[in-house]
């Protein structure tokens, strides 16, 4: 790392406590961030006193935080750097695939729009890793329009998660997403809108919190493939706008809300609504529970890093 007359900070800045902390969150994933990438996930503004590479340079230096290849996180960074690298490419490849997929369920009845998340939207991908799915129906016709994709997945790919994983749904009478945390702002700042850009600007329109909560951060590029209805799809929605299609809906629902239900019984009432929230207007299946598993190991960092060094990461206000 080389010899530097750059004394350790006694007491973190602002800005210095939010660079720490966004690391720290990033490295939940063993995923070590580039200067530009920091950037855009600080939780607050710049300080344009000083910039954000001097920062870095002083807590590289004093050994705080560890540079590598121009990737920054904590300790050794040479494995998760390689693994950056190789899964990087991996996701580029398969962003083909992806896209593709998005179009094929953009067909599909009622869907309205489809973004990428999960670890492709963050530029990489494991090798058995999925690709994942947020899928925006007309209001009513969620449901049908899940059950529809849910069926093709089992038929026709033989129930593989790998490249049709379809696990979140809402509606477009409700784009918000009420779980408001470093989590939920993160997954929707990098969603990649892949089908049916107007309704993916109307979705980061209605979930403006998230950048208010990452404030650095861009609203994702919509430019997807437009909206491009076929015949087949108008005729089959017009043969489902009856009574009897409402009540179609509300049976999908609670024939899957039931099957839930009974797989995961292990689940308590609020880790269920959190990890497999079941409504009209959305349908959530995370089983694991993936955000509080990262918001908890988040947290155990933020507290060994503070024990560690002996500095507090509590926000403050600025200067």
């Not at 040479?78 to 369920?105: G, P």
């Not at 869907?111 to 670890?119: E, F, H, K, N, T």
């Not at 529970?289 to 024990?307: G, K, M, S, W």
Request: hydrophobic share 40%; glycine share 4%.
């Amino acid at each position: 790392m080389g010899t530097s007359t750059l004394a350790a900070p006694a007491i973190l800045t602002h800005q210095q406590r939010a660079l720490i902390r966004t690391l720290l969150y990033f490295d939940v994933f063993k995923h070590p961030l580039r200067d530009e990438e920091i950037s855009s996930f600080l939780s607050v503004p710049f300080d344009k006193r000083v910039p954000l590479s001097d920062d870095l340079q002083l807590l590289s230096a004093e050994g705080t935080i560890s540079r590598k290849a121009g990737f920054y996180g904590f300790g050794d960074l040479t494995n998760s750097v390689a693994m950056r690298h190789v899964d990087s490419q991996r996701a580029r490849e398969r962003m083909v695939k992806a896209e593709r997929m998005s179009r094929l369920i953009g067909r599909f009845p009622f869907v309205r729009a489809v973004m990428l998340s999960g670890s492709i939207s963050k530029g990489r991908i494991a090798d058995d890793g999925d690709i994942d799915y947020f899928v925006i129906t007309e209001p009513g016709r969620l449901w049908i329009a899940r059950t529809l994709l849910i069926g093709f997945k089992k038929i026709f790919l033989l129930n593989s998660h790998r490249d049709f994983c379809v696990n979140y749904f809402v509606d477009t009478d409700h784009l918000a997403i009420p779980d408001r945390n470093l989590f939920t702002a993160t997954e929707v700042m990098t969603l990649i809108p892949t089908w049916n850009p107007s309704v993916c600007e109307a979705f980061f329109a209605a979930n403006g919190w998230a950048q208010e909560m990452l404030s650095n951060a861009e609203i994702p590029a919509t430019t997807g493939t437009p909206s491009q209805n076929s015949r087949l799809k108008k005729a089959f929605e017009g043969l489902l706008r009856s009574r009897l299609a409402d009540e179609i809906d509300e049976w999908c629902m609670l024939r899957t809300l039931k099957h839930w239900r009974s797989k995961f019984a292990e689940l308590d009432r609020a880790q269920f609504d959190l990890a497999l929230r079941t409504r009209k207007y959305v349908s959530k299946h995370h089983p694991r529970n993936f955000q509080r598993t990262v918001l908890d190991a988040y947290q155990q960092r933020i507290d060994r890093f503070e024990q560690e060094h002996g500095l507090s990461l509590s926000p403050l206000h600025p200067a």
